[in-house]
């Protein structure tokens, strides 16, 4: 069992920044790649980035790609999403997920994880 724990999230104007954190415990953490997703109120949760067991290997969403970073803290059970140059459609509940039958950071954006946390609200204002 992985128990997930979002943090981070908040009211920021366009254009700033937010930094999410996920705190993992349970099973062995570093041994699975984990995954961001997002739920925007009314729209289905949707892949947002994922990293790999390493952190070497990243993957991202379209939308997304130039302006958030994954990366992951395997000492600390940790895994981060950078956000840069928020924009009003990025907000959404942001979870983060890991599934141990997932096991490339490349999967994670087309698979569904077993494993969520509860979720942290980012909301960009205009």
């Known amino acids: 069992q992985v128990q997930l724990v979002e943090s981070g999230g908040g009211l920021v104007q366009a254009g700033g920044s937010l930094r999410l954190s996920c705190a993992a415990s349970g099973r062995t953490f570093s041994s699975y790649p984990m995954g961001w997703f997002r739920q925007a109120p009314g729209k289905e949760r949707e892949f947002v980035a994922a990293?790999?067991?390493?952190?070497?290997?990243?993957y991202y969403t379209d939308s997304v790609k130039g302006r958030f970073t994954i990366s992951r803290d395997n000492a600390n059970d940790t895994v981060y999403l950078q956000m840069n140059s928020l924009k009003p459609g990025d907000t959404a509940v942001y979870y983060c997920?890991?599934?141990?039958?997932?096991?490339?950071?490349?999967?994670?954006?087309?698979?569904?994880?077993?494993?969520w946390g509860k979720g942290t609200l980012v909301t960009v204002s205009s």
């Open positions: 990293v790999s067991w390493s952190g070497s290997i990243t």
């Open positions: 997920a890991t599934d141990p039958r997932i096991t490339t950071a490349q999967a994670m954006g087309v698979k569904r994880p077993a494993y």
